[in-house]
């Protein structure tokens, strides 16, 4: 969206809008009043323009795309939107003459609580990219209260605390209470016959109003602005006798107002116990079932018959969370529009879509019968029919191979296996890069793959430039306008980013390059020091792993090459290196005992590392406390080492791999996720790569061979770091960590920490060869910023557009 606002026209709309909102001057105006001030202002602006996208959309009957998601990592909204808007400079310099500091106005925005890691984020960017595409394509999730928590260290450990992101109000919401729906849990649902037909009879249902709230997504140079519809729990309108309250009710009526808004309250409620399951699935039909209810609703104010939608309406089903929406759609179009079994199950199919996200078994999600059953109870029924009706077609069409009857059921053991529900129920089922894809299809669904193959395809992952280039480093932005002759054209079309490469021999362009990675470098060293009080030297590598901490990412393997490196350091302070300060960010779920053991291990050898006098301050260990988007983009540019080291075939795709070279850090890989598509990229001489294939991960999954005690045994480096965790050397009982060691060597070292320990620490003496070579290194970094456009999540979300929702571009006018 390009709004045509000078500065005088921005102050003046500025300080009225701070008048009207708080009756008051900028003298008086404190800064959350300037903050909240502004983001009404720049709402203002997106308003007209949001309302006549919905219009536009309305009058052609376009096709539109709703992208359900448990998560949006929408990060900070205000900067983004200005800089889609066209305005970010204009209004920078407006406040200026105000007398506000931009930046201080732009930091006081929180981070909306809406995501917690890739899943969230890749969202956020696609919901990005639909805007900016002109794409009629929305978001549909929830509107948590709190996020999954704010994480603090203290004494090394993880703690836990509350993410009341909204204790401000968030200035860009609209609430839409005339667009509220029902939607009913419990109960006891049986069928009855009527006229015929089986009519469903709901006794005695817990009623949950679903409230939604909408967050404009503008659109980068382009009219458009999409909608964000988040959904909050309330309970129903209803007249409350206060004589009833008065005699000693109110608690009760307390209570269930409670019990109705956690709903809404906390993104993954802990689920380990049976009420958080109970929680986390009531989450994933309320906003699964508001948002198909609102979107049928919108429909049929078409005028056209309702076995036409899927011609008006693609719903993708982003990972499992919402899975449950292929038997919801089918209830809505069974019971409520009395369509037969047969034209609902064909329509259903042709609007579905789903992305599959991970192979590893565990977060495929599964849900006990008896809990699904009684918690949604007629949906549950509608499962069961599809599931016998499915696995009828596939015995009929494998001559009853129960193998695969077994293997494919959507209803085994008492659990309903979520995502077979969504292949079965969807016409596309997507990987996310090209290795993952290639898993799913020959081994992981391989079943499903003989049997659907046309349903199956790969789109592989992307990021939004605009946040992790144009907002995130604009140095480096600035320098591409610079090389397109002050254009800014390039920005609608980053694959021209490749004409950078014109300039890999110039030095002067290299060494532009070489500063603007320094400038980053030394501002997140002063973040460093204010937040930490630990001083880092700018001029060391920043070797950089921020990401969910799980065990198959293999923030430990990083660990062993510090601890290594350490060791080698005591026995030779004066050892040759190039200084070297290592950042770990990552959030541990809270039930995840074994990852919260691993942060407290990597606060340990920070206190002792950082705290050593006799290294030299050789290396450093940083472990960013809170990590998220607005601290990524600190963290981002100013990194010279992107590691993306899981466990060969575990990681689906990745895309911090993406923003790291896009800002220009040289990748240390294994050949996991889009690392391959990287490799592929920039060629093998701009990348570094280490480790074990998945083939061979693989083959040891499937016919052993591999023996941890093999490597251990073998190699002294590995069994110094296991005594030292053993024996306290770093101040810490080895209690603390035991259920590291039990992974280990219990559990036949899962994912190949000491097998690729070797690989790992000569790859990293690579990289310090490399970096001593500063021209060869600048050319690296080049050669993969220059690369990394084809890695934008607008050419992912074209495909999606094209080759899964059929949808077209729907450009809103320039009203004059």
């Not at 015995?395 to 129960?402: I, L, Q, T």
């Not at 609608?492 to 060494?511: G, W």
């Not at 200084?579 to 959030?587: S, V």
């Not at 690989?759 to 910023?785: G, H, P, S």
Request: proline content about 2%.
């Amino acid at each position: 969206m390009i709004l045509n606002k000078t500065k005088e026209e921005i102050k003046k709309d500025y300080l009225k809008r701070l008048t009207f909102t708080f009756a008051e001057d900028i003298d008086q105006a404190s800064l959350d009043h300037k903050y909240f001030a502004l983001g009404k202002l720049i709402k203002d602006y997106l308003t007209e323009k949001w309302s006549e996208t919905n219009k536009t959309y309305r009058t052609h009957k376009v096709k539109q795309t709703y992208y359900f998601s448990m998560e949006f990592l929408i990060g900070r909204l205000l900067e983004t939107n200005l800089i889609n808007l066209g305005i970010r400079d204009v209004c920078e310099e407006a406040l200026k003459e105000l007398g506000i500091d931009f930046n201080e106005i732009v930091s006081y925005e929180e981070d909306a609580g809406l995501g917690n890691g890739g899943l969230g984020r890749l969202a956020a960017c696609f919901i990005d990219s639909m805007a900016s595409l002109s794409l009629p394509a929305h978001g549909n999730g929830i509107r948590f209260k709190h996020g999954l928590f704010k994480q603090k260290i203290k004494n090394g450990y993880q703690v836990e605390q509350l993410d009341d992101w909204l204790k401000k109000d968030f200035v860009w919401e609209i609430k839409r209470a005339d667009k509220s729906v029902d939607v009913r849990f419990g109960g006891h649902v049986y069928l009855k016959e009527e006229n015929g037909k089986l009519i469903p009879i709901y006794e005695n249902p817990e009623i949950i109003r679903a409230v939604p709230y909408d967050v404009p997504v503008p659109g980068y140079q382009t009219n458009n602005v999409n909608t964000l519809r988040l959904w909050s729990a309330d309970m129903p309108e209803q007249d409350i006798d206060l004589s009833t309250l008065q005699r000693g009710e109110y608690l009760r009526y307390l209570e269930q107002r409670y019990a109705v808004e956690e709903i809404s309250q906390v993104l993954y409620p802990d689920d380990t116990s049976f009420e958080g399951k109970r929680l986390r699935l009531k989450q994933e039909y309320f906003f699964t079932s508001a948002g198909i209810q609102s979107i049928i609703r919108g429909f049929l104010k078409l005028g056209e018959p309702i076995t036409e939608i899927h011609n008006y309406v693609a719903i993708h089903i982003n990972d499992t969370h919402p899975a449950v929406a292929v038997a919801e759609f089918m209830r809505i179009l069974l019971d409520d529009y009395d369509l037969d079994w047969d034209t609902a199950w064909r329509i259903t199919i042709k609007t579905m879509a789903y992305t599959n996200h991970t192979i590893m078994a565990e977060a495929l999600e599964k849900w006990n019968v008896d809990l699904f059953q009684r918690l949604i109870p007629r949906v549950y029924m509608i499962i069961e029919e599809i599931n016998r009706r499915f696995c009828k077609d596939v015995a009929e069409r494998y001559y009853n191979d129960w193998n695969k009857i077994n293997n494919m059921s959507i209803i085994q053991d008492n659990n309903i296996k979520m995502a077979n529900l969504a292949i079965v129920g969807s016409h596309s089922i997507n990987g996310v890069a090209w290795l993952h894809t290639e898993i799913l299809k020959n081994r992981e669904l391989k079943d499903f793959y003989e049997m659907y193959p046309e349903r199956f395809n790969n789109k592989t992952n992307g990021i939004t430039y605009r946040r992790w280039l144009i907002k995130a480093n604009r140095p480096l932005t600035n320098l591409f306008t610079e090389l397109y002759g002050g254009n800014e054209e390039w920005a609608k079309d980053v694959t021209s980013m490749t004409k950078l490469l014109d300039y890999k021999d110039d030095k002067k362009i290299l060494a532009r390059l070489g500063k603007i990675k320094m400038d980053k470098k030394m501002e997140l060293a002063k973040f460093i020091k204010d937040e930490y009080n630990i001083e880092i030297d700018p001029k060391s590598i920043f070797d950089v792993q921020v990401k969910r901490l799980h065990a198959y990412k293999r923030q430990l393997l990083n660990l062993f090459h510090i601890m290594y490196l350490y060791n080698e350091l005591k026995e030779n302070p004066k050892l040759d290196i190039v200084p070297r300060t290592f950042f770990f960010g990552a959030k541990a779920a809270p039930g995840y005992s074994l990852a919260k053991q691993i942060i407290k291990l990597i606060n340990t050898v920070a206190a002792k590392v950082n705290n050593d006098k006799s290294i030299n301050g050789k290396i450093k260990v940083i472990f960013l406390e809170n990590y998220g988007v607005s601290l990524a983009e600190k963290v981002i540019p100013a990194g010279d080492v992107s590691e993306q080291i899981s466990t060969a075939s575990k990681e689906a795709s990745g895309t911090g791999n993406m923003k790291f070279m896009m800002n220009g850090a040289i990748t240390l890989a294994t050949l996991d996720g889009a690392n391959v598509e990287i490799d592929q990229a920039v060629g093998r001489e701009n990348i570094v790569v280490f480790g074990l294939t998945s083939q061979e991960v693989m083959h040891y999954n499937a016919f052993g061979g591999y023996n941890m005690r093999d490597v251990y045994d073998n190699d002294p480096r590995l069994q110094k770091i296991i005594e030292q965790i053993t024996t306290g050397y770093y101040g810490v009982d080895s209690s603390e960590f035991s259920m590291i060691l039990d992974d280990l060597f219990n559990k036949n070292d899962e994912f190949f920490v000491f097998k690729d320990f070797d690989a790992y620490v000569k790859a990293q003496e690579k990289i310090d060869k490399l970096y001593r070579d500063q021209e060869k290194w600048q050319k690296m970094c080049l050669v993969n910023i220059a690369n990394s456009g084809i890695f934008s999540s607008d050419n992912t979300i074209r495909k999606y557009a094209d080759e899964i929702w059929n949808i077209k571009a729907c450009e809103v006018p320039t009203v004059k």
